[in-house]
């Protein structure tokens, strides 16, 4: 199964991160390793528009 399409984002700051977040909170999710998230997104459980790395 295939990721959907899903634009990654690495802020090189906790600043950064803040302000995306802040801007795209709604359609963006977080991953810090992707466990979790990517697995999901696998199964159209999340469909995140955005991936922010932290």
Same mark, same amino acid.
Do not use: R
């Given at each position: 199964m295939r990721l959907p399409d899903f634009e990654y984002v690495e802020p090189d700051s906790i600043q950064k991160a803040?302000?995306?977040?802040?801007?795209?909170g709604e359609? +963006?999710?977080?991953?810090?390793g992707g466990t979790d998230l990517f697995p999901s997104m696998k199964k159209r459980i999340s469909r995140p528009s955005?991936?922010? +790395?932290l």
């Open positions: 803040v302000l995306f977040l802040k801007e795209h359609e +963006s999710k977080i991953t810090a955005y991936v922010v +790395s």
